[in-house]
């Protein structure tokens, strides 16, 4: 397993649409996602797609227990959202690619869905919670956005001039 660089907005990759993945779930795939995990853990965060590491795939990891929980990694291949719940849920999210910004985003509050788990086999699972939020999220990153889209111009352009700033002192510690 290996620690893998995140990238941070505005990365322009970060805008790419993620390719499924053809054919079975290989070893190279789940090598792929054991990578993911472990830079989750580290970051610390709470879920991880493919393309935060540069990897245009459509393949999410993610482990929603508590700290006072056993681990619980799950994984998602080829995800896709079967049903959207007509209410709505708002929690203050955050990104890995976005770093400290966080702020409130509405979602259908529960969503059934399809993937591919680790080993390839086709589950279906309703979810709710953080792990309707979570997913929903990291769904996002796949077809190229990310949470701060969904805010008002007004923020957008405040969290804009907050990344410039971080990216600003971070050179500067760097030179
Ligand atoms: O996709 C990402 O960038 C990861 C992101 C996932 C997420 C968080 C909150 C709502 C929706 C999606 C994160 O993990 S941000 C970090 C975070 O939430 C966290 C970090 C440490 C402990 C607990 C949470
Ligand atoms: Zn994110």
């Avoid at 976005?98 to 259908?108: A, N």
């Avoid at 680790?118 to 279906?124: A, F, H, I």
């Avoid at 996002?140 to 956005?145: E, F, I, S, V």
Wanted: proline share 7%; net charge negative; glycine share 6%.
């Amino acid at each position: 397993m290996a620690l893998r660089p995140i990238l941070i907005a505005p990365d322009p990759r970060l805008k790419e649409k993620s390719k499924p993945v053809e054919g079975p779930v290989t070893d190279e795939h789940r090598r792929l996602m054991d990578d993911m995990l472990e830079t989750m853990y580290e970051a610390p965060g709470i879920g991880l797609a493919a393309i935060q590491i540069g990897e245009p795939l459509r393949i999410i990891v993610m482990d929603i227990s508590r700290d006072d929980e056993p681990k619980a990694p799950r994984y998602f291949v080829n995800p896709e959202i079967l049903w959207r719940s007509e209410e709505l849920f708002a929690y203050e999210e955050g990104c890995l690619s976005v770093p400290e910004i966080y702020d409130d985003v509405e979602r259908p509050a529960r969503v059934k869905l399809r993937y591919l788990d680790y080993n390839g086999k086709q589950v279906e699972d309703d979810c709710d919670g953080l792990y309707a939020v979570c997913i929903q999220h990291e769904m996002d990153h796949l077809a190229g956005q990310v949470f701060v889209d969904y805010l008002s111009p007004l923020k957008r352009e405040l969290v804009r001039k907050k990344l410039a700033k971080q990216r600003k002192l971070a050179d500067e510690d760097e030179g």
